[in-house]
């Protein structure tokens, strides 16, 4: 079975700051792992994901992400925080033929002007 | 394409009361979910189909049942609502094969309240 940690249910910075959104998983096998983005009142949006090949990913909006197995993380970044970048955060992981998705419980973003 | 659709957009209960949410996509899926939404909890999944005619448990299933009625369409039925199932659903679906494989695209979302 697969799991996610997210570290951090609240995360603040400040307008023009580094943005890092952490995520640890756990998977017996090599996952499949997301980031996905809800805006107030919204669904979920996929932000970027991770299937095989370069473990750096990039986004949606300026966000990428690494993969490091030996760290068992998929942490978020982005090197400029704005304000239509508030929002909750989701990481999810998912394994190779199984499309069912194991979320986070997610990060709240906040960006302070 | 209107994407993920689901009915309605906001329900009030009273406890014992049944309903069905409704869920449609457009974009030929073959996989379908419905989740609920709790603060501090992340998302659960209740139920999943991978295919028309077949659904299958997730996570939180007691207290619901689900119809794939066709390839586009999934609805979630609370037989007797309780206050517990106050929440937030989701339905989502996702491409079996091809490049966007595993990428769920999700509805807006029924905020339902049981009193």
């Known amino acids: 079975a697969q799991s996610v940690t997210q570290l951090g249910s609240h995360v603040s910075v400040s307008e023009g700051a580094l943005v890092l959104l952490r995520c640890n998983y756990s998977?017996?096998?090599?996952?499949?792992l997301f980031w996905y983005v809800q805006y107030p009142n919204q669904g979920l949006q996929l932000l970027l994901k991770?299937?095989?090949?370069?473990?750096l990913v990039k986004g949606i909006n300026g966000f990428e992400a690494e993969f490091k197995k030996s760290e068992t993380s998929f942490h978020l970044t982005k090197p400029s925080a704005h304000m239509s970048d508030a929002a909750e955060y989701f990481c999810a992981v998912s394994l190779f033929g199984n499309e069912k998705l194991t979320f986070g419980t997610g990060t709240r973003l906040t960006i302070i002007p | 394409n209107a994407g993920v659709t689901q009915t309605p957009k906001f329900q009030v209960l009273k406890t014992g009361q049944s309903m069905t949410l409704q869920c449609a996509q457009d974009m030929n899926h073959n996989s379908m979910y419905w989740y609920r939404q709790d603060p501090g909890m992340g998302l659960r999944l209740i139920y999943y189909?991978?295919?028309?005619?077949?659904?299958d448990k997730g996570e939180v299933p007691n207290g619901y049942n689900v119809s794939r009625l066709n390839k586009r369409e999934f609805s979630l039925r609370l037989e007797s609502a309780a206050p517990s199932q106050t929440s937030v659903y989701f339905c989502?679906?996702?491409?079996?094969?091809?490049?966007?494989?595993?990428?769920?695209?999700f509805g807006p979302g029924t905020r339902l309240t049981v009193l």
């Open positions: 998977s017996s096998v090599p996952p499949y």
């Open positions: 989502a679906s996702s491409a079996t094969t091809g490049s966007k494989y595993n990428e769920q695209f």
């Open positions: 991770y299937t095989t090949g370069a473990t």
């Open positions: 189909s991978a295919s028309e005619g077949t659904t």
